[in-house]
Structure formats: structure tokens, C-alpha cells
């Protein structure tokens, strides 16, 4: 059965730095390509960041230059980095495993002084 479970949101000052995690299980994680998406009040729902199955990553513009998605095939887990937040980057984070259509919970992300 897929599970995908995001952790390590919080409240952070603007500047600030968090990394999120996604723990898969019920597939490995290394073998497809994966998502990190984020939705604002109000706003649809957005693509941050991807990585292919080949480890290739892709990123918003928005974020480029400042978050950095990775994986570690020893853990099963996904992770977004983000530095130099801004309050822009407010959002409940999902990750996303596109060959299965699955969805995580979220986990919230707030940039504010």
C-alpha cells in the first residue's frame, strides 16, 4: 500500500531555512520520478520542485536557486531544502508520486516576522 508522510514544516523568519521530509512506503521511492507541491490560501495548488527516476532535478522558478530537492534510496525519503525563505513560500507542502497518483498530508510552511 502507498504511503507518503511530509514532515519538518513550521514557522520560520523570513531568510530562514527548513527542509522537509517525505517518507514513502509500499514502493521505492529511487525508482520514480517524485513531486513537491504547494498550495497558499486562496491559490491553486503549484509545482515546486520534481526529480526524475534518473535523479534529474527541476525546479519552479520561483524557488530556483533557493530550495533543492533530493532523495536517499537508504531511507526511502524525499527531501525539499529551503533557503532564504520569503513569505511568499507560506503553503502547505505535498509531496506527490505521479506514477501512482498519490498524494501526501501536507505539512505547513509559514515565512513570517
Known amino acids: 500500500q502507498v504511503q507518503l508522510v511530509e514532515s519538518g514544516g513550521g514557522l520560520v523568519q523570513p531568510g530562514g531555512t527548513l527542509r522537509l521530509s517525505c517518507a514513502a512506503s509500499?514502493?521505492?521511492?529511487?525508482?520514480?520520478?517524485m513531486s513537491w507541491y504547494r498550495q497558499a490560501p486562496g491559490k491553486q495548488r503549484e509545482l515546486v520542485a520534481h526529480?526524475?527516476?534518473?535523479?534529474?532535478?527541476n525546479y519552479a522558478d520561483s524557488v530556483k536557486g533557493r530550495f533543492t530537492i533530493s532523495r536517499d534510496s537508504a531511507t526511502n525519503r524525499m527531501y525539499l531544502q529551503m533557503n532564504s525563505l520569503k513569505p511568499e513560500d507560506t503553503a502547505v507542502y505535498y509531496c506527490?508520486?505521479?506514477?501512482?497518483?498519490?498524494w501526501g498530508q501536507g505539512t505547513q510552511v509559514t515565512v513570517s516576522s
Open positions: 509500499g514502493f521505492t521511492l529511487s525508482s520514480y520520478a
Open positions: 506527490y508520486a505521479p506514477r501512482f497518483l498519490f
Open positions: 526529480i526524475t527516476s534518473t535523479g534529474r532535478p
